[in-house]
């Protein structure tokens, strides 16, 4: 079993910044593929980044994100880290990581196995 803890939410200013982090314990995740999501309020659960297992992997993202978040990831650490820079107010929702126990990220919830319990982010405009 994996559990997830993500932290680092709160609320920002629009064009401000945030760095979210997830801490994995109960076995190492270093072979898995790790990714974000998000959920707003009567929404669906949206991907938004992913990195497959290995530190310096590939990454992907949401378009809504390009060129705004940066995922990475610490396997030494059993961590990973999104980092968001000049927030919107869309941006607005409830953040949570995910582990899948596959080496490549997929960017639908179904695929992945493990989740947080999320973190909320609220970006005022």
């Known amino acids: 079993q994996v559990q997830l803890v993500e932290s680092g939410g709160g609320l920002v200013q629009a064009g401000g910044s945030l760095r979210l982090s997830c801490a994995a314990s109960g076995r190492t995740v270093s072979t898995y593929a790790m990714g974000w999501f998000r959920q707003a309020p009567g929404k669906e659960r949206d991907f938004v980044a992913g990195i497959n297992w290995s530190s310096g992997s590939s990454t992907y993202y949401a378009d809504s994100v390009k060129g705004r978040f940066t995922i990475s990831r610490d396997n030494a650490k059993n961590t990973v880290y999104l980092q968001m820079n000049t927030l919107k107010p869309e941006d607005t929702a409830v953040y949570y990581c995910?582990?899948?126990?596959?080496?490549?990220?997929?960017?639908?919830?179904?695929?992945?196995?493990?989740w947080g319990q999320g973190t909320q982010v609220t970006v005022s405009s």
């Open positions: 995910a582990a899948r126990r596959f080496r490549v990220v997929v960017d639908r919830p179904s695929e992945y196995d493990y």
